[in-house]
């Protein structure tokens, strides 16, 4: 992997955050009652059609509180995958040109890495544990951007908005990848 193609995925990763975020503010509300038939058909890569009823959407769109719940769970989404993908192509990158060192001195790898702990394992959006690393070196709360995490949060919800995810976690760390990172070819052996 390139720095330029390090760049495109992330910037990539940015788009389908927007794009998903455009998604649910496309169809206005009254529409969705009158949506009809409620199937959505989709061409497949072979020609093939996947027909979907979409009858419980349309009902839950037009229930303002369903609707509310259901772009929220949606968005959820779109922050945990921007922040998870966002976090492993850098990571991947910074292995394969020995620049994870580079990647870990940057003020806001802590506070991206917990982050990114927080919505990758189990029940995501919990803190489930404090980075044993961190904790033997007797670092206790990571802060980036006004925003604080520390070890007593274990438990308990993490939560930010889909604009900090946007910014905190995704848009910056873009600007600041193009800055910091080395263009350097990948290790063709990279350690292990």
Not at 67 to 80: A, D, P, S
Not at 113 to 121: E, G, L, P, W
Request: glycine letters at 6%.
């Amino acid at each position: 992997m390139t720095k330029t193609e390090v760049i495109g995925a992330l910037s990539n990763i940015l788009n389908n955050n927007v794009y998903g975020l455009l998604l649910t503010r496309l169809v206005p509300d009254d529409k969705w009652a009158s949506i009809n038939p409620k199937v959505a058909t989709f061409q497949g890569p072979r020609g093939e059609l996947l027909r979907i009823d979409i009858s419980p959407m349309c009902a839950n769109f037009t229930n303002p509180a369903n609707k509310k719940i259901l772009t929220e769970e949606f968005e959820n989404c779109l922050k945990r995958a921007s922040v998870r993908e966002g976090h492993e192509v850098i990571l991947l990158y910074c292995e394969e040109t020995n620049q994870f060192l580079l990647y870990k001195s940057q003020p806001w790898f802590q506070f991206a890495r917990i982050v990114r702990n927080v919505v990758s394992h189990k029940s995501a959006g919990v803190l489930r544990q404090w980075p044993n690393d961190l904790t033997n070196s007797g670092v206790h709360q990571v802060t980036w951007r006004g925003r604080t995490l520390d070890s007593t949060m274990v438990g308990h919800e993490v939560d930010f908005t889909i604009q900090e995810g946007y910014e905190k976690q995704h848009n910056s760390i873009v600007g600041c990848t193009s800055s910091w990172l080395e263009c350097r070819e990948p290790n063709t052996n990279p350690p292990r």
